[in-house]
């Protein structure tokens, strides 16, 4: 019913940008909060960062001061600017949006996930 579509990982060198897209579709009345989720291999999943249907946001300390998270309600689309990345950085991405569905349901859902790598 809701998809949630990521895109723009890949492989950079530390130092480097990347820009993270994630696009919701599908029976959508509104979306609340939006973020961004990371998951290295042998650690636990990261709350990256947030933002609110009304543009407050925020960061984990890890990524603050290099990384920006932005929507566009009209798309339905949020998106992460990661700069300054680090080898620490390197973890699969996955979005998630809190959705009302046209028929008046709550529901997060999650993007499939988009490979980061930060080679030094």
């Known amino acids: 019913q809701v998809q949630l579509v990521e895109s723009g990982g890949g492989l950079v060198q530390a130092g480097g940008s990347l820009r993270l897209s994630c696009a919701a579709s599908g029976s959508i009345f509104s979306i609340n909060t939006m973020g961004w989720h990371r998951q290295a291999p042998g650690k636990q999943r990261e709350l990256v960062a947030t933002?609110?249907?009304?543009?407050?946001?925020d960061y984990a300390d890890s990524v603050k001061g290099r990384f920006t998270i932005a929507r566009d309600n009209a798309k339905n689309t949020v998106y992460l600017q990661m700069n300054s990345l680090k080898s620490e950085d390197t973890a699969v991405y996955h979005c998630a949006a809190d959705v009302f569905s046209v028929v008046g349901r709550r529901y997060e859902y999650w993007g499939q996930g988009t490979q980061v790598t930060v080679s030094s």
């Open positions: 933002i609110t249907s009304g543009g407050r946001t």
